[in-house]
C-alpha cells in the first residue's frame, strides 16, 4: 500500500480519487475490488486500493485501537479526532503522493464515514466535524464517492453472517439498529447535499448488478476512465497496492 514517486521527466495526468461509502455490510470492499479488476484489466489503469481507518502502517495502529473499542469510553469526538489522525497520515503518506502520480485511488471509506458514524449516528455536532474535516483533509476531495445504500437489517444480517463464520463484530457492528438507522440517513444526507460527488448506489442488489451500477457511475461522472488508457498513461508507473 505504498505509492511510488513518478520518474522524472514522466507526464503525469491527473490522478482520480473515487471513496466507497455505506453502512456496515454495504458491500463496499467487494466492489472497490472489482471496480480496481476492471480498471486495471479492462482500462489498464494504475490503481491503488486502500482504506480506512488505516492504509498506513501508522494509521492501521490507530484502526487497531478504535474497531477494538478501546477509545469507546471517550466518546465519539475523542473517535473522531482519532480517525482524523490516522487520515492525515494516510493522505500524506498514500493518497496525495499516488494522486500526484497521476494514479487511481479507489479508497474503503474516507471523511464521509465520520460524518455520518461520529456525526449523524453519534451524536457529534456537524459543524465541529466540518472544521475538523478542513484541518485533517484540506483540499484533497474525492472526484466521487460511490455510497452503497442499504436497509441496515440486511447489512447487519451480512456482518452478522460473517459472524456466525468465526470473525467478531467490531465496535460499530455491535451498535442498536437505531445507530445504523441513522447513519443510514446520515450517508443519504451527505448524499443529497453534494449530488455532483456523491452516487447513491442500491447496494441491496446482486453484486454483479451493484457492479453494473458502479460502472454506469464512473462512467457517466468520470468520462472515459473506463476505457482503454492512452499509452501515455500506462508508462512509467507501477501499481502500488
Ligand atoms: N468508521 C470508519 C467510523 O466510525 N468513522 C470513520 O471515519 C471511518 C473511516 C471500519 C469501521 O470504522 C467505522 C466504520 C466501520 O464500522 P471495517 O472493518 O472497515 O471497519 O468495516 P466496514 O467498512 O463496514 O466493512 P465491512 O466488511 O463490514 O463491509 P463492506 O466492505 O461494506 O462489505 P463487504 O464487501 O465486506 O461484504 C460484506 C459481506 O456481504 C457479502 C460479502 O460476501 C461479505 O460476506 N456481500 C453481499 N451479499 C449479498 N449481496 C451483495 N450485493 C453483497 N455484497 C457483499
Given at each position: 500500500m505504498t505509492a511510488r514517486p513518478a520518474p522524472p521527466g514522466a507526464a503525469s495526468p491527473p490522478g482520480r480519487f473515487i471513496t466507497f461509502e455505506g453502512g456496515e455490510g454495504a458491500g463496499k470492499s467487494t466492489q472497490l475490488g472489482r471496480l480496481a479488476r476492471t480498471l486495471r484489466e479492462t482500462a489498464g489503469r494504475h490503481v491503488v486500493t486502500t482504506r480506512e481507518p488505516g492504509g498506513t502502517e501508522r494509521a492501521e495502529a490507530i484502526r487497531a485501537a478504535l474497531l477494538s473499542g478501546?477509545?469507546?469510553?471517550?466518546?465519539p469526538f475523542a473517535e473522531a479526532l482519532l480517525f482524523a489522525a490516522a487520515r492525515i497520515d494516510h493522505l500524506d503518506r498514500l493518497i496525495r503522493p499516488a494522486l500526484r502520480n497521476g494514479e487511481i485511488v479507489l479508497c474503503d471509506r474516507f471523511a464521509d464515514s465520520t460524518r455520518a458514524y461520529q456525526g449523524a449516528a453519534g451524536g457529534v455536532e456537524a459543524g465541529t466535524l466540518l472544521a475538523l474535516e478542513r484541518v485533517a483533509?484540506?483540499?484533497?476531495?474525492?472526484d466521487l464517492t460511490l455510497i452503497l445504500d442499504l436497509p441496515p437489517e440486511a447489512g447487519l444480517a451480512r456482518a452478522r453472517a460473517r459472524a456466525a463464520a468465526g470473525e467478531a463484530p467490531d465496535r460499530f457492528e455491535a451498535e442498536a439498529l437505531a445507530f445504523h438507522t441513522r447513519l443510514r440517513e446520515g450517508f443519504l444526507a451527505i448524499a443529497a447535499a453534494e449530488p455532483e460527488r456523491c452516487a447513491v448506489i442500491d447496494g441491496a442488489q446482486s453484486p454483479e448488478a451493484v457492479e453494473a451500477a458502479i460502472r454506469a457511475a464512473v462512467s457517466a461522472r468520470l468520462p472515459g476512465l473506463l476505457l482503454e488508457a492512452p499509452a501515455s498513461a500506462r508508462e512509467g508507473r507501477d501499481d502500488a497496492a
Amino acid at each position: 500500500m505504498t505509492a511510488r514517486p513518478a520518474p522524472p521527466g514522466a507526464a503525469s495526468p491527473p490522478g482520480r480519487f473515487i471513496t466507497f461509502e455505506g453502512g456496515e455490510g454495504a458491500g463496499k470492499s467487494t466492489q472497490l475490488g472489482r471496480l480496481a479488476r476492471t480498471l486495471r484489466e479492462t482500462a489498464g489503469r494504475h490503481v491503488v486500493t486502500t482504506r480506512e481507518p488505516g492504509g498506513t502502517e501508522r494509521a492501521e495502529a490507530i484502526r487497531a485501537a478504535l474497531l477494538s473499542g478501546v477509545a469507546k469510553p471517550y466518546g465519539p469526538f475523542a473517535e473522531a479526532l482519532l480517525f482524523a489522525a490516522a487520515r492525515i497520515d494516510h493522505l500524506d503518506r498514500l493518497i496525495r503522493p499516488a494522486l500526484r502520480n497521476g494514479e487511481i485511488v479507489l479508497c474503503d471509506r474516507f471523511a464521509d464515514s465520520t460524518r455520518a458514524y461520529q456525526g449523524a449516528a453519534g451524536g457529534v455536532e456537524a459543524g465541529t466535524l466540518l472544521a475538523l474535516e478542513r484541518v485533517a483533509v484540506g483540499s484533497t476531495r474525492p472526484d466521487l464517492t460511490l455510497i452503497l445504500d442499504l436497509p441496515p437489517e440486511a447489512g447487519l444480517a451480512r456482518a452478522r453472517a460473517r459472524a456466525a463464520a468465526g470473525e467478531a463484530p467490531d465496535r460499530f457492528e455491535a451498535e442498536a439498529l437505531a445507530f445504523h438507522t441513522r447513519l443510514r440517513e446520515g450517508f443519504l444526507a451527505i448524499a443529497a447535499a453534494e449530488p455532483e460527488r456523491c452516487a447513491v448506489i442500491d447496494g441491496a442488489q446482486s453484486p454483479e448488478a451493484v457492479e453494473a451500477a458502479i460502472r454506469a457511475a464512473v462512467s457517466a461522472r468520470l468520462p472515459g476512465l473506463l476505457l482503454e488508457a492512452p499509452a501515455s498513461a500506462r508508462e512509467g508507473r507501477d501499481d502500488a497496492a
